[in-house]
């Protein structure tokens, strides 16, 4: 069974990190403001992403650049830009949907994957992307028969990118789905004149309505009034259907989420996956997977169009759903190597024993750990105050000004969740 490609989503150098330590196999990021997440991650400069390439090369990670927004005549000396820089940078490919922004990486033979915006919904239509496609990112509302169907169809009939190789499959495994055909929502321009396929979604479909008759007055009876939020995609519990359609890479969303997002997804996919490989994919380890997975954000899971469904569930509220919820702490102040040590300036909230903390850095990306001794001014206490200066023993090293959040189960009151 070909091994199949985990690609993460990297909002910020944290979530770069944590992708990487939970075992990614390459990550998809945005540069500048031409990306469909340009307001909610962060967007890496031209200068940052050497950085960005050098720490992916170093642990073998290969890196994409999210160029997939629609382009007007003012955005194009940006976009040449992003490609030139990306090339000589040692980008491994973009991902793009503009005509221009193909046109242009063809031109100076830069590999480019076609962005999931494009619709790409029947094999016909595959055929015509493959001669700018090395790697095509299907339509989000097929189910795993159609997917099937075309992975079979591009090794029968031999169709092959740019490179020469056998175009690749690749599809949406978990995170945040849209009620708009691949994403292509108008809501927001309309609404308020930001578009989403300029990464300016404002998340109008999130909203609650009603809809009301004009003329009567009557109100039509939905089951809840979030009737264009659908919850997130997770295909975990029919992974094993998944890889068995010959797809070539599972990507995640999850760009605007957090880097303890990151790290939890990733991780529960890496090894998922190497479960499906060496054939010990259990329905016992896909309860316990479950179980990590809910603990991060989430507007409530489902299979999205995989199994034939012809809409995905839809969330009952707003807002996260997770089970888990952390609060800040403090910062790190420094990290004592030879004794493993680490000194928190706890300045928001008080921190106590026995408590699980989780810690985001640039560099460190993300490490959990609970606190199992702790010392204030020399003494052992069992709580800190507010605003105090503590060690406790850490394995694992951090650094200066890495955030220290605390874990705790979620209270959720009247939840349908």
């Not at 992708?19 to 990614?24: Q, R, V």
């Not at 994919?281 to 479950?290: A, T």
């Not at 750990?369 to 206490?381: G, H, T």
Request: charged share 25%; hydrophobic share 35%; aromatic share 8%.
């Amino acid at each position: 069974m070909p091994k199949i490609e985990l690609l993460a989503p990297v909002g910020s150098f944290a979530s770069l990190q944590a992708a990487i330590k939970a075992g990614c196999d390459s990550v998809y990021f945005g540069v500048h403001q031409l990306h469909m997440r340009a307001r909610s991650a962060h967007n890496f400069s031209l200068e940052e992403l050497t950085e960005v390439v050098k720490i992916c090369k170093k642990a073998k990670v290969k890196t994409h650049i999210t160029l997939n927004c629609l382009l007007y005549d003012h955005d194009l000396i940006l976009m040449r830009k992003i490609i030139d820089n990306a090339k000589s940078k040692g980008v491994d490919a973009l991902i793009v949907q503009d005509a221009a922004a193909i046109s242009y990486a063809q031109e100076i033979e830069m590999q480019i994957h076609g962005s999931t915006q494009l619709s790409i919904s029947n094999f016909e239509s595959l055929k015509f992307y493959a001669k700018y496609f090395d790697t095509i990112v299907l339509a989000r509302e097929l189910d795993l028969k159609t997917i099937k169907y075309i992975c079979n169809k591009i090794k029968e009939e031999q169709i092959k990118g740019p490179s020469g190789k056998l175009v690749k499959i690749e599809i949406f495994g978990h995170g945040a789905l849209c009620i708009a055909q691949s994403g292509r929502c108008q809501m927001s321009i309309l609404q308020a004149n930001a578009s989403a396929q300029r990464g300016a979604c404002l998340h109008e479909c999130r909203k609650k309505y009603r809809i009301i008759e004009d003329e009567t007055g009557k109100e039509l009876m939905m089951d809840n009034e979030f009737i264009m939020s659908p919850k997130d995609l997770c295909t975990l519990p029919f992974l094993d259907q998944v890889v068995d359609t010959g797809i070539s890479v599972l990507k995640i969303e999850g760009r605007g989420r957090s880097a303890d997002y990151v790290d939890t997804v990733i991780r529960v996919y890496r090894q998922a996956l190497d479960s499906i490989e060496q054939e010990k994919f259990s329905q016992h380890k896909v309860d316990k997977w479950m179980k990590e997975l809910e603990k991060v954000y989430n507007r409530g899971l489902c299979d999205g169009y995989y199994l034939g469904k012809p809409l995905p569930d839809f969330s009952c509220d707003s807002g996260n759903k997770s089970s888990e919820e952390k609060t800040y702490i403090g910062q790190i102040q420094h990290y004592y190597d030879k004794a493993k040590i680490a000194e928190i300036n706890v300045s928001a909230h008080s921190l106590a024993k026995g408590d699980r903390i989780v810690i985001i850095g640039n560099t460190t990306g993300v490490i959990y750990s609970q606190v199992e001794s702790m010392m204030e001014r020399d003494k052992f206490v069992e709580k800190s105050g507010k605003s105090s200066l503590i060690t406790i023993p850490l394995d694992k090293k951090v650094r200066h000004n890495d955030k220290v959040y605390v874990v705790r189960e979620r209270k959720i009151l009247n939840s349908k969740f």
